[in-house]
């Protein structure tokens, strides 16, 4: 048998942490992980945030990021133990036969050089190629991975490109020395839905020509299961699960991999519009100091009680009009009409009542709570601030409110750092329930969470709704979210509502281009399903 | 949080400490009056007189104890005094933005603009020195600088979403910036107070050494270094002793000031 390209064998990687009045320790964050990576096969790695994929990924270059020590096991590749090897052969390694994509291009890219200096450097410094010969192949790569007029995107600095080809110049980059194994770091995670789609295939393509083998990175199964040969499961530094793409897809062994397979599988029944409890009509906004509008004459109605998710790409206003029916930024046209009330278009001027029934739920729990104040204060302070609630009473509703997110005893006096990214969440959850609201804006509230986690988010939102009766206006660009949870969708694009009815209605054809777009570029749990989208775009283009 | 207290940090509490000591328990430790006459000029230590007597034949220990406790009494409560205005104003110019944060730092810029030890001869030329005018004078021209770091810290601070959170709940700007924004930020401005608390001393020393700061017969180190500095002439030592007090305290609160700033800005921690 031959060996493999790459193999990892019971590798442990440890780092040293650093809590806050604690002598500083070390810890183990990944213990004792194997696996083989073949010649020109793609081994997908995927997991929850804190799960090591990402260190284990670094690991195959026998680097360390930060603090991060590689403190056991073996790394062979082609045969050669890096982690044993000399730091003259680890340079040799880099950037020849194994090369990286990072996850944010534009954070990778040095501004102030053209992107074609910096997608030969490897090559030419690792002595591959000439010069002229790697541009060459730069150029070839450019073409391959479909980046427009490839001849001269080369001459172009990193920002007058867009962040989808960025992240293909990347991949490039990684390409041009030849090497053996890429090591792909959430390569497409920070894209849009309808980016994501073009730089997967082309990464998926450019795998097959070159016959490069490939470490995928990724938190979402659905889309590793469009490049990979073999899925490796991992969680908390521990291998859960390791089979073929088609074995972790279909007939997934482990409950946690069960887990990720079926998430965001939440049935929800659309409920009829009845009455709005908020109308937006007409607005018209900009920000100060400059001279476009960011929302275009936009106008929804949320039904009380019901879910209104407004869908659309980074950049379409969704957030923005958050903005404005918060107050936080007054529009210059239309109106808002609130519980039977027009709305004051600025915020200072509205009443406690408004502000009272119109709370908003924000994507980082992090930053949208004050470091410096425990759970209870949180909580307690809409309670005390509206309803001039105090002492005993005031307590008992905060565990009222603790208990209705699940989580019981024991967190009132916790601060907001002792909590895990979900628990965070649920504490704002409870800080925006605690003022007995109508509306609820949630700005993208599952989108910094991991996929298990968001689903628990969604699921206590909707049963929230059931028993308070409250209307959620659902910022997001996750359709999979979209669908679990709306009565009704407004699709936004560049700053107009593209689309809006009721959720059957968007959600059924004939569709206009923007929402098809949208809608076909979800990720599926399916193999295959990345051919067949693109097939089916083909088909509709001839047909065009 | 006394535990694992690293051994610059303790040196620098513990000769806080004596010096704060020494200056509360004046009366009590002090062996002789403050302005009584015990014995002749420039006396050389002795069993009697420890630090040997100033230029009047007073005993300089004495001096020492009661010129600290002047020194660090001023010290202190200009330091609060520009802590309280300057952190309260600059929180006040970030959190509102738009006009009032422009005509605030501009006046604040044009009184920096103006050299602060020039500015306080000017103005104690004209009124009375006594320790509440000295206090409020100093206390005020320091708070400028109290200011620019109170409001670029809080200009951080007041974007996060748990300050616009509470701008929504339609919370008042005192709420703001005690509730929200403060607990945030103390970290760096009490690292800064241990900073701002040696200026206090030094400007309160050059005041009284060029004779306008704290009057005789009332003692402080600034004034002693002034009354025995011809003495220095005659290789006599007594005006080294305020400057080594002054040096000594200096060095000591920095030592804790850095350590406040380590145990709070560390790579993990940020501000938490």
């Known amino acids: ?544 | 949080m006394l535990k694992n207290i690293p051994l610059s940090a303790a040196i620098g509490l513990t000769i806080t400490a004596v010096y704060f000591l020494a200056a509360i328990f004046a009366d009590v430790i002090a062996p002789y009056g403050m302005a009584e006459a015990v014995g002749d000029v420039w006396e050389p230590s002795s069993a009697e007189h420890w630090l040997g007597t100033d230029q009047i034949g007073r005993d300089l220990l004495t001096r020492m104890i009661y010129g600290g406790q002047t020194t660090i009494l001023i010290a202190t409560l200009a330091t609060i005094l520009s802590f309280t205005t300057g952190a309260t104003l600059g929180f006040i110019a970030a959190v509102s933005g738009g006009w009032i944060d422009q005509i605030m730092s501009r006046l604040v810029d044009l009184f920096m603009s103006i050299p602060s030890l020039i500015l306080a001869l000017v103005i104690l030329s004209s009124i009375e020195a006594t320790v509440v005018t000295l206090v409020i004078i100093m206390g005020l021209l320091d708070s400028t600088r109290v200011y620019r770091l109170a409001r670029a810290v809080a200009v951080d601070i007041s974007v996060m979403d748990y300050v616009e959170a509470a701008r929504l709940r339609g919370e008042k700007l005192a709420w703001i910036i005690f509730r929200e924004i403060l607990p945030n930020a103390l970290s760096p401005l009490v690292a800064e107070m241990g900073l701002r608390f040696i200026f206090m001393v030094l400007f309160i020393s050059t005041l009284s050494f060029l004779g306008i700061g704290v009057q005789p017969p009332l003692a402080d180190w600034g004034g002693i270094v002034k009354e025995n500095k011809e003495g220095i002439n005659f290789g006599i030592g007594a005006a080294l002793y305020p400057a080594v007090a002054i040096a000594t305290l200096s060095i000591s609160v920095n030592l804790i000031a850095d350590w406040i700033l380590n145990r709070t800005t560390s790579l993990k921690g940020g501000r938490g």
């Open chain 1, 1 to 544: 048998m031959t060996t493999p390209l790459l193999q990892v064998r019971g590798l442990k990687i440890g780092a040293t942490v650093y809590p806050p009045g604690e002598k500083p320790h070390d810890i183990e964050i990944v213990h004792g992980v194997d696996f083989d990576v073949e010649a020109g096969k793609v081994l997908g790695l995927i997991g929850e945030s804190g799960a090591g994929k990402s260190t284990i990924g670094l690991a195959a270059m026998a680097y360390g990021r930060g603090g991060v020590e590689l403190t056991g096991g073996s790394v062979t590749v082609n045969g050669r133990d890096v982690l044993k090897a000399s730091t003259r052969d680890v340079r040799r390694l880099r950037g020849a036969e194994v090369t990286y994509v990072s996850q944010s291009a534009a954070a990778s890219f040095n501004p102030a050089k053209r992107i074609m200096e910096q997608v030969i450097e490897a090559a030419v410094l690792q002595g591959k190629f000439s010069k002229s010969d790697a541009e060459v192949r730069a150029v070839e790569l450019f073409s391959k991975l479909g980046l427009p007029d490839p001849e001269n995107i080369g001459n172009r600095y990193p920002h007058q490109v867009s962040g989808g080809q960025l992240q293909r110049c990347m991949t490039a980059l990684a390409l041009c020395p030849e090497p053996d194994l890429v090591v792909f770091d959430e390569p497409t995670t920070a894209l849009d839905v309808t980016t994501q789609i073009d730089v997967l295939k082309a990464i998926k393509d450019a795998i097959r020509d070159t016959g490069v083998a490939a470490l995928y990175i990724t938190h979402d199964l659905a889309v590793v299961a469009q490049v990979s040969d073999h899925i490796m499961v991992l969680r908390h530094g521990d291998m859960v699960e390791y089979g073929t793409t088609d074995e972790i897809i279909n007939s997934p062994k482990e409950e946690y991999t069960q887990a990720l397979v079926s998430v965001r599988s939440i049935k929800h029944i659309e409920k009829q519009p009845t009455d709005a409890i908020l109308s937006v009509s007409g607005i018209t906004a900009r920000y100060a100091g400059t001279k476009f509008d960011v929302l275009h004459d936009v106008s929804v109605d949320i039904s009380a009680g019901q879910t209104l998710a407004v869908v659309g790409e980074s950049g379409s206003g969704k957030s923005t009009l958050a903005r404005v029916i918060t107050g936080l930024l007054p529009p210059r046209e239309g109106s808002i009409t609130f519980a039977g009330r027009t709305l004051s278009p600025d915020q200072p001027s509205r009443s406690r009542e408004d502000l009272r029934e119109l709370q908003m739920i924000y994507q980082m729990a992090d930053t949208a709570m004050n470091p410096r104040q425990t759970v209870g204060t949180i909580i307690g302070r809409p309670l005390e601030f509206y309803f001039g609630l105090k002492g005993a009473e005031k307590q008992k509703r905060i565990q009222e409110l603790l208990d209705e997110i699940e989580l019981g005893d024991g967190f009132q006096d916790r601060y907001p750092a002792e909590l895990s990214g979900g628990q965070k969440q649920r504490v704002c959850i409870a800080r925006a329930l605690a003022a007995k609201p109508k509306l609820i804006i949630c700005d993208e509230v599952t989108s910094a969470l991991d996929p298990l986690v968001a689903d628990g988010i969604l699921k206590l939102l909707l049963d929230l709704q059931k028993r308070e009766d409250v209307a959620y206006l659902f910022i997001t660009h996750d359709l999979a979210t979209v669908r679990a949870i709306a009565d009704s969708i407004a699709v936004m694009y560049q700053g107009r509502v593209q689309r809006y009815g009721t959720k059957s209605e968007v959600l059924s054809p004939p569709f206009d281009d923007y929402t098809d777009l949208l809608l076909s570029s979800v990720p599926e749990m399916k193999l295959g399903w990345l051919e067949e989208v693109i097939a089916h775009r083909k088909m509709e283009s001839a047909g065009n």
